[in-house]
């Protein structure tokens, strides 16, 4: 529920009529399940499973929507013994806040619901837990969250390491979903995400279930531009590693799910470029050289010691002497090497090494070309420090709360009637 293909994919969702009913044997509104004493009907799991069809929920299943309405007791309960409660204006910004994700005002998602079978209320109950849980989550966790220098630099690295991907190599199954058979389905799509662990396990239920032309070559097609997919599914594409699947994802009349098989791309100008920070110790012999050597760790160290003054800089690969490149070439941080300069000895040591894009600001390189030899890769720009800092924190913080939740549903009492 925390994820959708795009606002415009949940407005036209809303648009397709009724999600079909589940089949309830016993009364709509007798306890399906006790979480803390607190019940949990059929007939809120009836409202909650359409509403998660219609927004396109991963995990809009009779089990996915008992689950989801299992966390929102635990949320609420979490909320009560924190003595956080939920005001009216509260809870129409968290209204407002939903139903703009599909470019609508509150009112006009709750009717849009309401045509396709789901009550008001069900869409103020997802509402509520939310913004009940969102205040929880600011209290109880985000104080606890923080995120050091060394992690951004470390999540900028990868990222100007990690190639930005310009073509896909995917398999598709498509299983047909005519009115009233939704349901059938997606849980047919379910089945194979959990089930397809690996590329033939995929194949063969693509040549099983596909109603697509690439069924009989185990629903593999050709190499795709990314530029060529829409906005929404290069997003869900891009975010998969070789071998994985996406949860199934539903298009008008049918349940579509992909499977990446490799992808290509190239690196932004400038990747392979590193600047290094290392420090120099002229010394009169290699034995004086190795003595010292010895008992340094760290530049810091090196720069302590009473036999000279150790020069430190920090330069781009291309801007350090031939001789002095050559041997930190072959360093990592704190280890020594010596370079023979004939009436004296340099002990040499690496302090560090970072892409030299994530030094561009104190350091000059020769990474990026000049305007108009080489373009750029579409979407080369490197995020700031400042957003991946951000994305980071957020990590932390649902993870903690995913974390948190394990914990309530673990100590709570969940019985069946």
């Known amino acids: 529920m925390r994820q959708f293909l795009s606002g415009l994919a949940v407005a036209a969702a809303l648009t397709l009529g009724p999600a079909p009913a589940p089949v309830m044997a ?51 309960f979490a909320a009560r013994q924190m003595g956080i409660g939920v005001t009216d204006e509260a809870l129409q910004a968290g209204l407002d806040e939903f139903a703009g994700r599909a470019g609508m005002s509150a009112e006009q998602f709750a009717q849009a619901l309401g045509r396709a079978g789901v009550e008001r209320q069900a869409y103020r109950d997802f509402v509520a837990a939310g913004v ?32 930005i991907i310009s073509r896909v190599l995917l398999s598709e199954i498509v299983i047909p979903a005519p009115q009233g058979q939704e349901g059938s389905a997606q849980a047919r799509a379910q089945q194979i995400v959990a089930s397809a662990s ?45 071998g994985q699947m996406t949860q199934p994802l539903n298009v008008p009349g049918a349940v579509v799910v992909l499977m990446l098989r490799d992808a290509q791309g190239q690196l932004r100008p400038g990747a392979r470029e590193q600047v290094l920070d290392y420090a120099v110790l002229r010394l009169p012999d290699a034995q004086t050289a190795a003595n010292i050597a010895a008992r340094v760790d760290s530049c810091n160290d090196l720069q302590a010691q009473g036999a000279g003054a150790a020069q430190r800089q920090t330069a781009s690969q291309g801007g350090i002497a031939g001789l002095i490149a050559a041997q930190l070439a072959t360093l990592d941080p704190g280890e020594t090497a010596t370079v023979n ?54 990590q932390k913080v649902n993870a903690m709360a995913e974390a948190y939740l394990a914990e309530l549903r673990a100590d709570a009492m969940i019985r069946r009637p």
Not at 49 to 66: I, S
Not at 350 to 358: D, E, H, M, N, Y
């Open 341 to 394: 300069m004939g009436a004296a000895v340099d002990l040499i040591m690496l302090c560090s090494r970072q892409p030299a894009l994530l030094a561009q600001d104190q350091v000059a390189t020769t990474a990026l070309p000049p305007d108009g030899v080489t373009p750029a890769p579409q979407g080369s720009e490197l995020p700031s420090r400042a957003t991946v800092r951000d994305q980071l924190f957020n």
């Open 26 to 76: 016993q009364s709509a509104f007798s306890p399906l399940v006790y979480v803390n004493d607190q019940a949990v009907t059929r007939y809120e799991l009836d409202q909650r499973l359409r509403f998660m069809q219609l927004l396109q929920a991963p995990n809009a299943t009779p089990a996915g929507a008992e689950a989801e309405l299992i966390n929102d007791r635990l949320k609420l």
């Open 198 to 242: 690996n590329e033939a396990g995929f194949a063969a239920a693509a040549r099983q279930y596909s109603a697509a032309g690439t069924a009989a070559r185990g629903g593999r097609l050709e190499w795709v531009e990314l530029d060529n997919l829409p906005p929404a599914l290069r997003q869900i594409v891009t975010a998969l590693r070789p």
């Open 132 to 163: 009940a849980w969102r205040e929880v989550v600011r209290r109880r966790v985000v104080p606890g969250v923080s995120v050091s220098d060394a992690e951004v630099d470390r999540a900028l690295t990868r990222e100007i390491e990690t190639p």
